[in-house]
C-alpha cells in the first residue's frame, strides 16, 4: 500500500467523522467509491491550474457532482479539496477514508493469492480459519491469481504474511540441500 500524507489522512478523517456524525456513512463511502472509477490525474492537474478561478471550480464540482449523482456531503468536501488545489490528493484520501471505514465497520482486509482461479470452497475454508483466528471481525477477502507462485496459496493481512505455497516450499527445500552440501 503506497505511503499516505498526513493532509490526506487529516481530510479522510474530517469526512469520515462528519458523514458519521450525520449517519451517512456508507452513503459517503459509495459515492466516493464512484467518484474514484471515474478519477483521473488529468482532471485533477487540470484543476489545479492557476489561471482557473475559485468561482468557475465551484461550478465544475457542482457539474461533477451532479453528473455522479452525489449527495450534499460529498460535493461540499470535493468542493473544499478543489478550492484549496488538493484533488490531486483524492487517491489518498479514498485509500485512508477506506480504511478508517473498515476498521469502524470491524472488516478485516485479507489478500488471498492463489496459482490459479480458486475453488468457492477454499476460499470458504480459509475464511473460515482466519474468522477463527480474529472471531470479532468480518473476513472481507480480495482474490488475487499470481501464477508464478506455482501452487498453494499466500495469505496477507495487513503487514503480515503467510506463504504456503509452492514456491516458497521449493526454496525452503532448496535452503536445506544447500545446507547440508556446504
Same mark, same amino acid.
Given at each position: ?23 451517512? @456513512? ?20 487540470? @484543476? ?24 450534499? @456531503? ?12 488538493? @484533488? ?95
Amino acid at each position: 500500500m503506497p505511503r499516505i500524507s498526513v493532509v490526506a489522512k487529516k481530510y479522510a478523517k474530517s469526512l469520515f467523522l462528519v458523514a458519521r456524525k450525520n449517519n451517512n @456513512l456508507n452513503e459517503v463511502f459509495e459515492e466516493l467509491n464512484t467518484f474514484k472509477q471515474n478519477f483521473s490525474t488529468s482532471f485533477s492537474n487540470e @484543476l489545479k491550474n492557476p489561471v482557473i478561478s475559485k468561482n468557475d471550480l465551484d461550478k465544475i464540482i457542482k457539474e461533477v457532482a451532479k453528473k455522479f449523482k452525489l449527495g450534499s @456531503l460529498t460535493t461540499n468536501f470535493f468542493g473544499s479539496i478543489v478550492r484549496n488545489r488538493r @484533488l490531486n490528493l483524492f487517491p489518498e484520501i479514498f485509500e485512508e477514508f477506506s480504511r478508517i471505514h473498515r476498521e469502524y465497520q470491524n472488516i478485516l482486509e485479507v489478500e488471498l493469492i492463489f496459482a490459479s482461479e480458486p475453488k468457492k470452497d477454499q476460499v470458504e475454508q480459509v475464511k473460515l480459519v482466519i474468522g477463527k483466528k480474529y472471531p470479532d471481525k468480518k473476513i472481507a477477502t480480495r482474490i488475487l491469481i499470481k501464477e508464478k507462485i506455482l501452487g498453494g496459496l499466500q495469505i496477507k493481512i495487513g503487514s503480515q504474511m503467510v506463504d504456503a505455497s509452492l514456491k516458497n516450499q521449493l526454496e525452503l527445500i532448496k535452503k536445506e540441500c544447500l545446507a547440508v552440501i556446504n
